[in-house]
């Protein structure tokens, strides 16, 4: 159970903005000193229009001016100044976060849904802005507001003053307690409205299957159901405020018919006069807009902090992967790969690889066969520490890859998926990704490598060409040519292979294939085999049968042994 606020975690956000609020709250102390100097004029001005003295009237309009422009110039300082505080720190949270969940292991996100994830990096921290800028921009200018304004009117009669706050410890009681109904559904409502973000982005990432298995009345349901669990969550939030205005506003208005009363009475005792009256009664009308504000504030305050509670959780995970203090750079490899007695499992009940060893020689090109679940992918995804293994090493040259940074590792491992991910940008920026800065001459030349420059150079625009998100306006074969091109621009010493010709047609299947014995050229290669046609030429196939290589050799001495991999042979080619 939440014992203290998740707010108190946005101060050394604030601290870098120290100056540019305190800049503001000066301009809030000054805006503030006015409003009891209003409720003086109010009173002033009621005295010369009672005795008809339109000089004196004239004098106080002057004078009204003056403050009003005064007052007007600092409201504006206060303004601009918390708005470029408040949206400064959203953004630097924004950034915080978004480079605490690129630092996450892959595990992480395989899990987490991706429209919650767009959601609290959006929505909730737009939210914790918000309530930075109007805790320095309202709230704290309406406590003071308050303050002075209470102040001056004890100064005018304290025991009137007295009576009109006898119902203020209730009301404090009651905004209180409306307070922590609107955090507890504020909480309910935001985490429906991830949800219902959550199931857009899986609609939309499958669409094709969607039509495809004619499932739009099934889609459309389960989007009304979401959707209604989050308006009644709403509803419950809109509820708890609309009920939180009309008891407030109840005693809001009961107090001033005490005041009235009270006020009477004092003038009939003589401890007040006619004058003195109106200014205190405008006095009174000042403290109604700060009253409905805090009150309003405290409400959204409480909505807040659930998006607070919300982006700090995120933060609060840890990432599984991490580098060792002290980590040194990997200088540049020859490819030797060692895998040392590694086991590893997703979780403690269900192992994926058991005592796995494996000696990978520069230049040596690996197939990895067996069936799903076999550990084939999970044991190329420990090279680059994707994750990390419960037990063993992992050396690259005879060095431990632990030992070093996972920039200069990653760097020197290339990975082409079965699926290529290409993003919105130009084709030259999708094949240099992640590098800030390339030559394009360089970008070309891995293009031809990888049999893609021809294709390319055919676009209106060539390598400027702008790629639809995923990738949508090319072919597969096109997609994949540039994912090999990626690969050769980074030129890697190790190359990870995940059968990334099973989804071509033939044609397309004969570039790509091409351009792929020129990418694994004098390089360590592991390839993932789903199609055993693909494995032919590789220097060992490894067999894997529940995390254990359980055979070992080229493809004529495995299918000359009759064992394992020659029955996959056999099933795949007889069909």
């Not at 760097?411 to 290409?422: A, D, H, K, M, N």
Request: net charge neutral; with cysteine.
């Amino acid at each position: 159970m939440k014992t203290r606020s998740t707010y108190w975690q946005i101060l050394p956000y604030l601290r870098p903005q120290k100056q540019t609020i305190g800049k503001a709250l000066a301009c809030t102390v000054v805006f503030t000193i006015f409003w009891p100097i209003i409720a003086w004029l109010v009173g002033e001005t009621a005295k010369f229009i009672g005795k008809g003295d339109l000089q004196g009237f004239a004098q106080i309009a002057a004078l009204s001016a003056v403050i009003f422009l005064i007052r007007g110039t600092a409201q504006y300082g206060q303004d601009t100044l918390m708005a470029k505080a408040a949206l400064t720190i959203a953004l630097e949270i924004r950034k915080k976060v978004y480079s605490h969940l690129q630092k996450l292991n892959i595990g992480y996100f395989e899990t987490a849904k991706t429209g919650d994830l767009s959601y609290r990096l959006t929505e909730d921290i737009d939210r914790i802005g918000e309530v930075v800028n109007k805790f320095f921009h309202q709230f704290i200018p309406c406590v003071l507001q308050l303050i002075a304004v209470l102040g001056y009117m004890i100064y005018l009669n304290w025991q009137l003053t007295l009576g009109a706050l006898i119902i203020a410890p209730l009301m404090a009681i009651l905004i209180g307690w409306f307070g922590e109904r609107l955090l507890t559904y504020s909480r309910q409502s935001q985490n429906r409205i991830s949800d219902l973000s959550a199931l857009l982005t899986e609609v939309f990432s499958g669409i094709r299957l969607i039509k495809a298995f004619v499932a739009e009345d099934y889609e459309i349901a389960r989007f009304a159901e979401e959707a209604e669990q989050n308006r009644r969550a709403k509803y419950l939030s809109e509820r708890v405020k609309a009920l939180q205005f009309v008891v407030v506003g109840f005693l809001e208005a009961m107090s001033v018919i005490l005041l009235f009363f009270l006020g009477g009475w004092q003038i009939s005792q003589g401890n007040l006069t006619g004058t003195q009256f109106i200014s205190y009664i405008a006095g009174v009308a000042l403290l109604i807009d700060p009253i409905a504000i805090t009150t309003a504030n405290y409400g959204d305050f409480k909505q807040g902090e659930a998006s607070s509670d919300r982006i700090f959780e995120l933060l609060a995970i840890q990432p599984a992967v991490v580098e060792k203090p002290g980590a040194i750079e990997l200088p540049r490899v020859t490819g030797k790969v060692e895998y040392r007695n590694i086991n590893f499992a997703y979780n403690s009940e269900t192992p994926i690889l058991q005592n796995m060893s494996l000696l990978v020689l520069p230049g040596e090109m690996i197939a990895l066969v067996g069936a799903s679940g076999a550990g084939k992918t999970t044991l190329v995804n420990l090279l680059p520490r994707f994750y990390d293994p419960q037990a063993g090493q992992i050396l690259i040259d005879g060095i431990d890859i632990q030992d070093v940074t996972l920039n200069t590792l990653r760097r020197q491992i290339g990975i082409v998926p079965q699926e290529t991910i290409l993003f919105s940008g130009t084709i030259a920026q999708n094949i240099a990704f992640g590098q800030s800065y390339y030559e394009l001459k360089d970008v070309q030349k891995a293009a031809e490598i990888a049999n893609a420059h021809q294709f390319i150079s055919e676009f209106p625009d060539g390598y400027q060409t702008w790629v639809g998100e995923r990738g949508v306006n090319l072919s597969g074969g096109q997609k994949q040519r540039i994912a090999i091109a990626r690969a050769v621009l980074l030129a890697p010493r190790i190359l990870i292979l995940d059968e990334a010709t099973s989804a071509l047609d033939s044609e397309s299947e004969g570039l790509v294939q091409e351009a792929l014995e020129r990418l694994m050229r004098d390089r360590t290669v592991f390839i993932i085999a789903h199609r055993l046609a693909t494995v032919r030429r590789a220097d060992r196939i490894l067999v894997l049968e529940k995390g254990r290589i359980v055979e070992s050799g080229t493809h004529e001495e495995l299918l000359e042994k009759g064992d394992r991999y020659a029955g996959y042979y056999a099933q795949q080619f007889s069909q």
